[in-house]
């Protein structure tokens, strides 16, 4: 109870030493929201999109869910890409997976109980889809790190190729897909390699 008490004494603290260090802080915020990313990550509380990229309030646009994938039938993440590209047209989409993934771990292991495993059903078929190089691999730590970077190439990939992103690409709108991951062992980022920027 009293943790959540902290929470927002420390919310008090934080809104007046924004306003201190910069008066019109919110004013501006409030007035438009004009972010440049968006970023598609992991709802692990260990890979807070803004602490590790130093992004402020308004830098980022965030969609964080388990093991940060975008299924073409997920309303939820369709609509948050629409909305920052179409809207937004925030100029870079950056998925970023992490080493260590549980959801990813899910996908290597036995079935779970709905609605979790509807939603590793996703990972399970980027596994399925990968199995020999996956098989090929000395063991299951192995194989789950590389899991780990399948699933974001995976879905950098799907992200080239929805409609929403080929029309920005189709009249001239700058914006670039990104594949990232993130390992909790040292907090640095990497680029997987994956990246697109036009049809
Ligand atoms: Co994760």
Not at 119 to 128: G, T, Y
Request: proline share 4%.
């Amino acid at each position: 109870m009293d943790r959540c008490k902290d929470l927002i004494d420390y919310n008090q603290q934080w809104a007046a030493d924004r306003v201190s260090e910069d008066p019109e802080f919110f004013e501006r915020l409030c007035a438009i929201q004009e972010p440049e990313f968006l970023w598609i990550g992991c709802s692990d509380s260990r890979v807070p999109a803004n602490q590790i990229t130093g992004l402020q309030p308004g830098e980022v646009f965030v969609h964080r869910n388990i093991a940060n994938v975008v299924p073409r039938e997920d309303v939820n993440s369709a609509s948050v890409i629409q909305f920052a590209v179409d809207t937004l047209r925030v100029q870079h989409i950056i998925v970023c997976g992490h080493y260590g993934c549980g959801g990813v771990k899910a996908a290597l292991g036995p079935s779970l109980e709905d609605p979790l495993e509807f939603w590793v059903e996703h990972l399970r078929r980027i596994r399925d889809k990968n199995s020999d190089e996956l098989d090929a691999l000395p063991d299951e730590d192995s194989r789950w790190r590389r899991l780990c970077e399948l699933n974001v190439l995976t879905q950098a990939e799907n992200l080239a190729r929805l409609r929403v992103v080929r029309a920005a690409w189709q009249r001239g709108q700058a914006l670039a897909i990104h594949s990232w991951i993130y390992d909790l062992r040292d907090g640095l980022l990497k680029d997987l390699g994956f990246s697109r920027d036009g049809l």
